[in-house]
């Protein structure tokens, strides 16, 4: 079965320290994103990535890195400069860009830091 | 900037109505248009989309409409049920830019 894996689910970090968030995408998909999603808001973007070794800042860049070495892999490093980074991280991915291209998600991973 | 906007934040319905969501953005020269569904601590499941030359898509109870002129989207869902209990987000592709998603539609169904 194809679609974007994420681990972990859960994640527990204390302040002060980095944490790498996975994921992993098989649909063979160009494209590649990671959101924040906080109670009450939409999603903002964080990264994205069109294609292996390229990637550009979305809204909310600041305290976060990612590095994109393999067209499946995209993973998102919260660095210790990130003021608050309890959230939920979605990946998401589109096989490219265009009017009849949908995006697709993982299932998340819910980041506490304390 | 574009936004998108979503009324009513929260929607509580009985089994078997029929009902609307609302999405509303700034952008008339979008890409296409995007309905989504998420459940409580879950990734997002990708309902309809509308490309920009296109009206309406539909699948089972679900149609979605776009009218680009008056910068509009409505998703109704017939015969609602209580799986159909989710946030329902809108998003918007401007094409030039990275997406632009709304705040979401809580929606109750009540058995």
């Known amino acids: 079965d194809g679609g974007i894996t994420q681990s972990p689910k859960y994640l527990f970090r204390k302040e002060g320290q980095n944490v790498t968030l996975s994921c992993e995408q098989n649909?063979?998909?160009?494209?590649m994103y990671w959101y924040r999603q906080d109670p009450g808001q939409g999603l903002r973007l964080i990264y994205y990535?069109?294609?292996?070794?390229?990637?550009q800042k979305g809204d909310i860049a600041e305290g976060y890195s990612v590095s994109r070495e393999k067209k499946e892999s995209f993973p998102l490093t919260v660095t210790s400069a990130q003021k608050n980074p309890t959230a939920f991280y979605l990946c998401?991915?589109?096989?490219?860009?265009?009017?009849?291209?949908?995006?697709?998600f993982g299932p998340g991973t819910r980041l506490t830091v304390t | 900037k574009q936004e998108v906007t979503q009324i009513p934040a929260a929607l509580s319905v009985p089994e078997g109505e029929n009902l609307v969501l609302n999405c509303s953005f700034t952008?008339?020269?979008?890409?296409?248009l995007q309905w989504f569904r998420q459940d409580p601590g879950k990734g997002l499941t990708s309902l309809l989309l509308?490309?920009?030359?296109?009206r309406e898509q539909t699948s089972g109870r679900l149609n979605a409409s776009l009218d680009k002129s008056s910068g509009r989207s409505t998703l109704y869902i017939a015969a609602s049920q209580p799986g159909d209990s989710a946030t329902y987000l809108c998003?918007?592709?401007?094409?030039?830019?990275?997406?632009?998603f709304g705040k979401g539609t809580r929606l109750s169904v009540i058995a």
């Open positions: 990535s069109q294609i292996v070794n390229d990637f």
């Open positions: 649909l063979n998909h160009d494209a």
């Open positions: 998003e918007e592709d401007p094409g030039n830019t990275p997406l632009v």
């Open positions: 952008d008339s020269a979008i890409y296409n």
């Open positions: 509308i490309q920009s030359s296109q």
């Open positions: 998401a991915s589109t096989l490219g860009q265009g009017a009849i291209y949908e995006q697709y």
